[in-house]
């Protein structure tokens, strides 16, 4: 099993442009979430989904966009770029809605310029 | 107000020496407990965590932590800290019930090891 997949790495964007994040997990697992961890700030839940087709919103949703087509897939979209989205961003993925252990991706490093 | 708190945001120990990593939390029921480290450039991995039961709870690499329902806490040790352990921890606490399970994270505590 690769676990979660995050892609890219490390990505550098303009103000105002639009990009997707990719997470993808092959563990079947139900619940998925995206943080974003910014220095002196932990770990804060942008957007999260309990199932497919079932999304909701973290406690920093402004500027980000899901979608849960697949068990496996939870993209991310930044709609329009800002400096503030600067930071690096995780996907995380359990097997149940209890999120009793929550499994990582390795992160995407994001740069807005 | 639900929170975590991570008193120390770094601390530093010698090679060999025992560590204590202190978590502090207010909810309103037992929650879900859970220590995770991060390495550097890594996504976070699942040290140990708590649900119910013994309230001494093993890990992996040699972690233990204790649930202290009285004193709201859930501190990490190892007896004996290896420089591989050099890292970023961080204390979550999750509802034990509901559907809504959504974790609230401490800031983590940064943990360099001296040789």
């Known amino acids: 099993n690769a676990g979660v997949t995050q892609t890219p790495k490390f990505q550098v964007l303009k103000t105002g442009q639009s990009m997707t994040l990719q997470c993808a997990q092959d563990?079947?697992?139900?619940?998925m979430s995206w943080y974003r961890q910014d220095p002196g700030m932990g770990l804060r839940l942008i957007h999260y989904?309990?199932?497919?087709?079932?999304?909701d919103q973290g406690e920093v949703p402004n500027g980000y966009n899901v979608s849960r087509s697949t068990t496996e897939d939870f993209p991310l979209r930044l709609l329009s770029a800002a400096p503030s989205q600067t930071s690096v961003y995780f996907c995380?993925?359990?097997?149940?809605?209890?999120?009793?252990?929550?499994?990582f991706g390795q992160g995407t490093r994001l740069t807005v310029v | 107000a639900q929170s975590v708190t991570q008193p120390d945001i770094h601390i530093t120990v010698s090679e060999g020496a025992s560590l204590e990593l202190r978590c502090n939390y207010s909810?309103?029921?037992?929650?879900?407990l859970f220590w995770y480290v991060q390495s550097p450039g890594q996504g976070l991995q699942l040290l140990l965590k708590?649900?119910?039961?013994d309230t001494l709870v093993q890990g992996i690499k040699g972690f233990e932590a204790e649930f202290k329902r009285s004193q709201s806490s859930f501190n990490l040790r190892k007896p004996s800290v290896h420089w591989s352990d050099a890292a970023e921890y961080f204390c979550?606490?999750?509802?034990?019930?509901?559907?809504?399970?959504?974790?609230?994270w401490g800031l983590g505590t940064s943990l360099a090891v001296n040789p």
């Open positions: 708590y649900f119910s039961g």
């Open positions: 979550a606490v999750g509802p034990n019930a509901g559907n809504n399970r959504k974790l609230i």
């Open positions: 995380a993925s359990s097997w149940d809605r209890r999120n009793t252990e929550a499994f």
């Open positions: 563990m079947n697992h139900e619940y």
């Open positions: 989904s309990v199932g497919a087709g079932i999304t």
């Open positions: 909810y309103g029921a037992t929650p879900y």
